[in-house]
């Protein structure tokens, strides 16, 4: 099996996306593993592009966990979540004779489920950046070497620009293993690119490092083909401009009222990711007023998991935010699990209440962030700006619902909402709005 393996902490679902979709191109059978899935597992597993069919993914699945019961006992368990999905990767992608699989990580890269090949093609490491900390460590120190654990001896690797802390870890891990580790540069920004977002030129440009290598290594194309001072292949050029990635900066109308409402999804979850989201949402909101006569108002529609910290996200986003000349009027805040998929009676207040705290703490982090800057701006301009208004709600279809009752009683006014924080919550909203 040729694989092309990737870890990082932003960008690497994005860079598997692209090379999956260049490899494509090239007649080559793929095979994608992606984590997470936004609304059905199936997504995880890509066949040519396409994620697996329904009865596919039974078959391969009983198969899977039929043959791992069998060898269980008190002292060997079943693999957790994630191992029996990289393991019935491999299963699939075997079975289906692909020609290449492209691997993301889903967590670090020395201990993760996918480390388990021996001898990839070629590996690669995009952005590095703080995110699961309390496994990977404290330090881009620490983080670097959990993701440099992928590099395996003599397997060519590609990485792009990193911070001197991290980038000095990947350069004594690489040397050790007598591995070439090569810095690249992002694509030109005159390449059109399939997903979207000022960013996204890193990831490609990483993306076309690990194809080129990799078509090399099995002689379909030659160095000179190659070359980009001569320009892309066309073949390059097709893959990247229609890479599609769910979740990443993604504009979806509203199912019910697609002329009022406008969702604008993207799953960024760390500080990094953050400011790179709030710059593709301002360029979009930017772009839609030059467009559209319709006064259009900014809503953040926000959540993330506890083991984040919100402290670092929601200041990153809002400055960057505002930096660009994009002011949330308001901003909703709903639970990390929606209300309407947990199990059990949801008439319990209290408990509901109680499970709602976590919100009510980016509720009152918002709510400091603007008085912060009502105060800055009173003493610069005595008018100030209106008001902001931050809500909390019990679940996800509560928090649509209630946006959807505002649009119907301000038709002259489109909401551009932006939902980001999670992809689980990105995913929540797909998962509704397409009932």
């Not at 006992?73 to 990289?86: H, I, K, Q, R």
Request: aromatic share 8%.
């Amino acid at each position: 099996m040729k694989i092309i393996h990737v870890a990082g902490t932003k960008g690497k679902g994005s860079t598997c996306t692209f090379a999956e979709s260049i490899l494509r191109c090239y007649g080559l059978r793929t095979g994608l593993f992606t984590s997470p899935h936004l609304i059905d597992v199936r997504e995880r597993f890509r066949l040519n592009g396409i994620e697996i069919s329904q009865e596919k993914f039974v078959n391969y699945f009983w198969c899977c966990f039929h043959k791992l019961k069998e060898k269980t006992s008190n002292e060997v368990p079943m693999p957790t979540y994630f191992c029996f999905l990289a393991l019935l990767a491999f299963k699939i992608f075997t079975t289906e004779q692909v020609d290449v699989v492209i691997l993301e990580v889903g967590l670090g890269g020395r201990f993760d489920a996918t480390n388990v090949i021996q001898k990839p093609v070629v590996c690669g490491i995009s952005s590095l950046g703080y995110d699961h900390m309390e496994i990977l460590g404290y330090t881009l120190a620490e983080i670097a070497a959990e993701k440099a654990g992928i590099f395996k001896s003599g397997v060519p690797a590609f990485t792009v620009a990193q911070p001197d802390e991290a980038m000095r870890v990947l350069n004594e891990k690489a040397s050790k293993l007598e591995v070439n580790l090569q810095v690249v540069e992002p694509l030109d920004s005159s390449q059109r690119l399939g997903l979207q977002g000022e960013h996204q030129y890193l990831n490609a440009g990483l993306a076309v490092a690990l194809c080129s290598t990799f078509l090399k290594e099995i002689g379909i194309e030659d160095k000179n083909g190659l070359d980009q001072t001569n320009g892309l292949p066309e073949k390059f050029i097709s893959g990247l401009s229609n890479a599609y990635l769910m979740g990443r900066a993604m504009i979806v109308p509203d199912s019910e009222l697609p002329e009022e409402i406008v969702y604008y999804l993207d799953g960024a979850h760390s500080p990094e990711s953050m400011e790179a989201c709030a710059i593709w949402f301002s360029k979009q909101i930017k772009q839609n007023q030059e467009r559209n006569q319709k006064r259009s108002e900014q809503i953040l529609l926000f959540n993330c998991m506890s083991v984040r910290d919100p402290s670092l996200l929601l200041p990153r986003l809002r400055s960057k935010c505002i930096d660009q000349g994009v002011d949330f009027k308001r901003a909703v805040f709903v639970p990390n699990v929606s209300v309407y998929n947990q199990v059990g009676s949801s008439t319990n207040v209290g408990t509901r209440v109680e499970s709602m705290s976590w919100q009510f703490g980016l509720q009152r982090i918002w709510e400091s962030l603007a008085r912060g800057e009502a105060k800055s701006n009173s003493k610069s301009d005595s008018k100030g700006k209106e008001e902001e208004k931050s809500f909390v709600f019990s679940s996800l279809p509560v928090a649509v619902d209630w946006l959807r009752d505002n649009a119907r009683q301000s038709k002259q006014v489109r909401f551009q909402v932006l939902v980001t924080g999670s992809l689980h919550l990105v995913g929540d909203l797909l998962r509704f709005i397409k009932k």
